[in-house]
């Protein structure tokens, strides 16, 4: 069996997969390009998704099983995978524990000012009026109660916050006190503080968060978005920023990366932007590995239904 990978992996990372599997023939590449010709014989491969093309899996006449190293799939080449069957696994669930982080420090960092505090320590000015709050007791609404926003919802929970959240299914889920489904969302968008967007890309959340969504939110709440840039109206987003219809705003992702450098976020005084990176961490590669190498376990052993994160393309998560 071939196992390439378009993915830069550590080179401990190799070196422990050639150890843990010897009787698998891999082949480690940068990118697409550089795998080129053995895309035709490769069984498995291990991409993070975003320069697969059709081409690739028309070439790919041995693939059987594609292992994304992220867990969005958007960039994906959906109806020539669906065509020929091919299984679909990802790494949702890794990115948990460094978005939580991220999260809890937008959240601090806009409770306690700080930026304002630093500007104010580069000009050497001591101002104690600065209008801080606590945590304690507000709400936060996440939408997209999965691993991610369940582990948020945890964090919340331990500064003695409120959590509610919206699913596709209304099904309970972990550290979540109330859920909501998107016919129901206005209900959780009235009462929260802060709004942490954590969904998908997908043909139904497509700007989700629109002109109507911003203006049922909470008058004087906080939006942070950690899930995908087009699920959100960055036109009304704004409008809805220089209405003092939200106190605030803190963006990870974009509708179009990178952020253009004349985009008026990058001048809003009530907007944090960060390059994309609530997911990333030291430990990330080694947490996706802990997934593959049981998946491959798995595959090895004809036990492809019970693969962990198996995907269903045709919803797109």
Not at 42 to 52: I, K, N, P, Q, S
Not at 189 to 209: C, E, G, H, Y
Not at 300 to 312: P, V, W
Request: one cysteine or more.
């Amino acid at each position: 069996m071939k196992i390439v990978s378009s993915a830069r992996l550590k080179d401990e990372v190799k070196a422990q997969l050639v150890a843990d599997f010897p009787h698998i023939d891999f082949s480690f590449c940068y990118g697409m390009k550089e795998v080129g010709e053995e895309v035709q014989d490769c069984e498995v491969l291990l991409t993070y998704g975003e320069d697969l093309t059709d081409e690739h899996i028309k070439e790919a006449k041995q693939l059987k099983w594609i292992m994304v190293l992220a867990a969005g799939l958007e960039k994906m080449p959906h109806e020539a995978i669906c065509k020929r069957n091919i299984i679909v696994t990802n790494v949702r669930g890794i990115h948990a524990v460094p978005m939580g982080e991220y999260t809890l420090n937008m959240m601090l960092q806009m409770a306690k000012k700080t930026k304002t505090f630093i500007k104010n320590e580069g000009s050497a000015n001591w101002e104690r009026s600065v209008p801080v709050f606590e945590l304690n007791g507000l709400t936060v609404g996440i939408l997209g109660a999965g691993a991610i926003g369940q582990e948020v919802a945890r964090l919340c929970q331990a500064f003695g916050m409120r959590t509610l959240g919206m699913n596709s299914s209304g099904n309970d889920a972990l550290f979540i006190e109330q859920m909501y489904t998107e016919d129901t969302v206005d209900a959780l968008l009235r009462q929260s503080d802060f709004i942490v967007n954590v969904l998908p890309l997908t043909k139904k959340t497509a700007s989700f968060m629109d002109e109507e969504k911003f203006a049922s939110m909470k008058k004087g709440a906080y939006f942070i978005n950690i899930g995908r840039g087009k699920t959100v109206d960055e036109h009304a987003l704004i409008q809805a920023l220089d209405a003092g219809q939200l106190a605030g705003a803190g963006l990870d992702v974009f509708e179009e990366e990178p952020l253009d450098a004349n985009h008026p976020f990058w001048k809003h005084e009530n907007v944090t932007i960060t390059p994309h990176i609530s997911g990333l961490s030291s430990k990330y590669q080694s947490r996706a590995m802990e997934i593959f190498k049981k998946n491959l376990i798995g595959y090895l052993n004809g036990r492809n239904e019970t693969l962990t994160n198996r995907i269903d393309l045709t919803k797109g998560y």
